[in-house]
């Protein structure tokens, strides 16, 4: 099969399509023949060698992707051959043809969703669920800011967040982010590389903070939210794109009695499973409703992963990138 292999951490160009052998299903696990593939920063962070839980290179790389099983271990009893499966792989593995992953980090599909939507829906949207409702505890009416909120994550936290009744303010890093946000109905959209961040939620607000946080920057970005954060605030971190890792200060969460919190979604499937199944009902659930949409900014064949890449890293992406293999 074809895979997309990185011997050493680096740039994009580290990126190579290789020929591998198909991976062989132990026991519990399946092997899913993949249609679509979703690309996410935490794939980047593979590449470069500093994800903080996913192994070292030489790896295939990949979390996400969405097909058809075609082979099952003795001790599968999820799953069979022929089902249609959103895959979650914080083992790597997903930029290939096929890939092998535990019966549990398998999900069913519905008949409607079309391939590329699947492969764009698996991770950020479990992501966006467990940090908005586990994390953040989100309840009607809450002002959400949430940045990069034009990309992938940020279009799923988007989406979810008007379904739970959220007064969302949506941060990016561009003028055309802000305008295509605008265009689409964002009624508060800051760009917090030419806008003072922290009084615009403050502004915004009416002076009150934000109620919860999603942050997927680091640096800057987070230090300015912090700064503004409403009493019994939750300020979740759910990646560091920017590369500056986050400070949290005791003192400015305690002057509001706000709470910190990160989401690793691996350690959900890994640490928490019960939860997966009935977050994942729940979005199928809004799905069919058309409440949800993943949002599929650029597609690219699988022996292009390193302009894919590249093009996440160069922050120009709006939207879900997306391979097909």
């Not at 679509?36 to 790896?59: E, F, K, T, W």
């Not at 083992?91 to 043809?97: E, M, T």
């Not at 500056?244 to 003192?251: A, I, K, L, T, Y």
């Not at 390193?306 to 120009?316: C, I, K, N, Y």
Request: overall charge neutral; aromatic content about 6%.
């Amino acid at each position: 099969m074809r895979a997309i292999e990185v011997t050493h951490p680096g740039g994009p160009e580290v990126l190579r399509l290789i020929d591998a052998p198909l991976p062989v299903p132990r026991a519990d696990e399946v092997r899913v023949r993949l249609h679509a593939i979703g690309v996410n920063y935490a794939d980047v962070l593979c590449r470069r060698g500093a994800h903080p839980s996913m192994r070292q290179p030489p790896i295939i790389v990949g979390c996400e992707g969405a097909g058809e099983v075609v082979a099952c271990g003795p001790d599968v009893t999820q799953h069979r051959v022929g089902e249609r499966v959103g895959v979650y792989s914080p083992f790597g593995g997903a930029y290939a043809d096929e890939l092998v992953v535990p019966e549990r980090y398998a999900l069913p599909l519905p008949a409607a969703m079309a391939w590329d939507e699947a492969a764009a829906f698996t991770h950020v949207y479990l992501t966006a669920w467990h940090a908005l409702r586990t994390q953040g505890r989100a309840t009607p009416g809450d002002w959400l800011f949430v940045s990069a909120a034009a990309g992938g994550l940020g279009g799923a936290v988007r989406q979810l967040a008007d379904a739970f009744g959220l007064q969302i303010i949506a941060g990016v890093g561009s003028d055309a982010k802000a305008d295509a946000l605008r265009a689409a109905g964002c009624a508060h959209v800051v760009n917090y590389e030419r806008e003072d961040l922290r009084a615009r939620l403050a502004d915004i607000t009416g002076g009150r903070g934000v109620d919860i946080a999603i942050e997927t920057v680091g640096g800057r970005v987070f230090a300015a939210v912090q700064q503004a954060l409403a009493p019994l605030a939750r300020l979740v971190t759910v990646g560091v794109a920017g590369g500056d890792g986050p400070q949290p200060d005791v003192g400015t969460l305690l002057a509001q009695s706000a709470s910190y919190a990160t989401l690793n979604l691996s350690v959900i499937f890994a640490r928490c499973a019960a939860l997966i199944a009935p977050s994942w009902q729940a979005l199928l659930a809004l799905y069919a409703r058309g409440a949800l949409r993943p949002q599929i900014g650029h597609r690219y064949a699988l022996a292009q992963a390193a302009d894919a890449q590249a093009l996440m890293e160069s922050r120009r992406s709006t939207g879900k990138i997306v391979l097909t293999p």
